[in-house]
């Protein structure tokens, strides 16, 4: 049996399946990232995999102010670390190889949370068994990685408290006590168990709560004004597991102000449902992240006064099917209220890594891989138990592959840095069909402070052309977004919008014709990447905006001049009318009504 198999945390088990990944494509420096795509930059493909001492599991992870990656786990029975560098490598200066073993006491121990102190020091926390005997068990590292002495003197604490208790979370307190939760064994039944010990690491005091018969706690967060959370799942005799939660005062005292009796209880769909992952969200909303009817991704969220929150989805429960055993594990809260969960999922028979991410109105992301959800295969069978963000957005999840410490990194998308460019005028223009139906240039006007698209009386079609000058962009820029907009002066005829079926974007860099200056050619030049994108056809105070899909970023020049031709999809309406829009161009007296490209990225 797997050390995490122990103490009803089942391991369902199985490996790779189709992998749900946006496409990322490098060409000219430029790299698309679109949310939820593997980072390159992380160990060049995004996923890094370590053996450490013979069977591994990484069960929790923390992010370094410095941004280096600490890894928490599991290996042949010990507990086991390993400090990553930025780039997926193993951080030498972290006891020599960027890799720890800690044997506690000469049995099997499993380590399960991780947290880091203000002082860069680290709290690894969990169990040792001695047969069916479980105890507390918390090791502290210094930032080198080797054991803290002045922690009860050796680095080590084990609390021997009861028949079997099980440590399956951490957290620091502002005063630097620790606070371990988990489960203890009382008179047949299992209730929550929180020790404090003082931050030297003897012991403060425990605190042992009953919410039903069997109770089990598997995850604590502290809110900002001190109080307490933990949270997990309990049943009755003969009943199903409900997600179940805790708030206690900063004191430890059930704080009677969270649902009257500071415990809550909520059942999901009327199976079993796991509770596994808390994160607290910065307006006092908690989030309870888990799996209900052991096949599915599920999340709570709750008001600050443990109340299901209806604005989240309607009931303050979402549940999320990949389409076979979901199992959710890990829960974060980005900057912009986004949640992201991690864990895996059986979808095609074998388990993968698998992301969700949601709205915060509950719904899923469709900006996260188009339809919110990612499954990354590392190896042959792989588990996600945890995950991180780190301080530029990047999404870090974690877990095992084929029984060796396993990581993946991913894009959040909307994070990084926007910088806006302004079409160049003197290189805009549009240009005119010679003849119905020829597709080749006739005419053009560079000098017009608007451009034409559409078509004339002799349907005849206009096409534009926009040139931006993108080499403001950093060599190393990682695009995220890309959005073209255009300010209406003015309409002719039908609207081509309708009549003429969408307004496409084609992109070429450095230029379509010969030279970056406006020529008859730039009508039937070809594009590097055609219809990369398609405008709205309801603007927004006159503005129509298209944005540009993932496929078109390696067509953004970072070292000059990116250009962009707009074209109706239907050469003309034969009406022998004209029907086409007049928008500024670069040539406007007004710079506030230019062609503006909005670009965000990030630099890893």
């Given at each position: ?24 494509v490098v ?15 992380f160990?060049s ?8 001492s ?14 280096k990656?600490v ?6 029975g ?6 990553y ?28 949370a ?16 001695i ?15 080797s054991?803290?002495a ?14 079997a208790d ?5 957290a ?8 371990a ?21 003897s012991?403060?005091?425990i605190?042992?709560t ?5 109770d ?45 009796d500071g415990?809550v ?13 808390l ?5 006092g ?14 999340l709570?969220?709750y ?21 076979g055993t979901?199992?959710g ?24 890594l698998?992301?969700?991410r ?11 891989d188009?339809?919110?959800k ?12 945890a ?18 410490y ?13 910088k ?15 003849s119905?139906?020829s ?8 000098t ?22 993108t ?6 820029a ?5 959005t ?7 309409q002719y005829?039908?609207n081509?919008f ?7 974007v084609?992109?070429r860099?450095p ?9 008859i050619?730039?009508?039937q ?21 298209a ?28 009406n ?25 990225y990030?630099?890893?």
């Amino acid at each position: 049996m797997k050390t995490n198999d122990l103490f009803r945390r089942t391991h369902w088990h199985t490996a790779p399946a189709l992998v749900m990944i946006a496409a990322l494509v490098v060409a000219g420096g430029a790299m698309a990232a679109a949310a939820g795509a593997l980072d390159p930059t992380f160990d060049s493909d995004g996923k890094v995999v370590t053996n450490i001492s013979g069977v591994d599991e990484i069960h929790a992870i923390v992010i370094q102010p410095d941004g280096k990656i600490v890894a928490a786990g599991t290996s042949d029975g010990d507990f086991s670390l390993a400090r990553y560098n930025t780039n997926g490598s193993l951080d030498t200066t972290f006891d020599s190889d960027g890799k720890v073993v800690t044997d506690i006491n000469g049995v099997d121990n499993v380590a399960n949370a991780i947290a880091l102190q203000n002082n860069g020091k680290i709290v690894v926390a969990g169990y040792n068994i001695i047969g069916i005997k479980h105890d507390f068990a918390l090791a502290r590292y210094n930032s080198n990685g080797s054991l803290d002495a002045t922690f009860d003197g050796d680095g080590i604490v084990v609390t021997d408290r009861g028949q079997a208790d099980i440590c399956n979370a951490v957290a620091i307190l502002s005063d630097g006590d620790i606070i371990a939760a988990g489960v203890t064994d009382v008179w047949s039944q299992n209730d929550f168990m929180m020790i404090r010990y003082n931050s030297d690491g003897s012991k403060g005091f425990i605190r042992i709560t009953s919410i039903k018969l069997h109770d089990f706690a598997n995850a604590i967060a502290i809110q900002p004004d001190g109080k307490v959370i933990v949270a997990g799942d309990s049943f009755d005799a003969g009943g199903n597991l409900d997600f179940s939660l805790v708030r206690y005062n900063s004191d430890l005292s059930l704080d009677t102000t969270f649902d009257y009796d500071g415990k809550v209880v909520t059942d999901i769909r009327g199976q079993d449902n796991y509770g596994f992952a808390l994160a607290l969200q910065p307006d006092g909303k908690i989030v309870l992240a888990g799996m209900t009817g052991l096949t599915d991704f599920a999340l709570a969220r709750y008001n600050s006064n443990g109340s299901l929150d209806g604005t989240f989805d309607g009931d303050g429960i979402v549940v999320t099917d990949f389409g076979g055993t979901d199992v959710g594990r890990a829960v974060a809260i980005q900057p912009d209220g986004k949640i992201v969960m991690a864990g895996y999922s059986n979808r095609l028979g074998t388990y993968d890594l698998a992301l969700t991410r949601y709205n915060t109105n509950g719904s899923l992301d469709t900006t996260f891989d188009v339809d919110g959800k990612v499954l990354t295969s590392i190896g042959n069978a792989d588990y996600g138990y945890a995950v991180a963000l780190q301080s530029n957005g990047k999404i870090v999840a974690a877990g095992e592959s084929d029984e060796n410490y396993a990581l993946a990194r991913y894009f959040a998308g909307a994070s990084g840095t926007e910088k806006t460019f302004y079409s160049n005028g003197a290189q805009d223009g549009w240009v005119l069909e010679s003849s119905e139906n020829s597709t080749v240039g006739g005419l053009l006007n560079s000098t017009d402070t608007a451009f034409n698209l559409g078509d004339n009386a002799q349907n005849k079609q206009y096409r534009a052309i926009l040139s931006f000058n993108t080499a403001g962009l950093p060599d190393t820029a990682v695009i995220t977004k890309v959005t073209l907009k255009i300010l209406l002066q003015s309409q002719y005829g039908d609207n081509p919008f309708t009549a003429l079926n969408g307004l496409r974007v084609d992109i070429r860099k450095p230029f379509f014709g010969s030279t970056v200056g406006l020529e008859i050619g730039d009508f039937q030049a070809v594009a590097g990447k055609p219809s990369a994108a398609t405008f709205d056809d309801t603007p927004f105070q006159y503005w129509y905006s298209a944005t540009i899909g993932s496929a078109g970023y390696p067509y953004i020049n970072l070292a000059g001049t990116t250009q962009f031709r707009l074209r109706f999809a239907t050469d003309d309406n034969n009406n022998h009318i004209a029907d086409y829009m007049r928008f500024w161009s670069g040539n406007d007296t007004w710079a506030s009504d230019w062609p503006r490209l909005i670009i965000r990225y990030n630099v890893p």
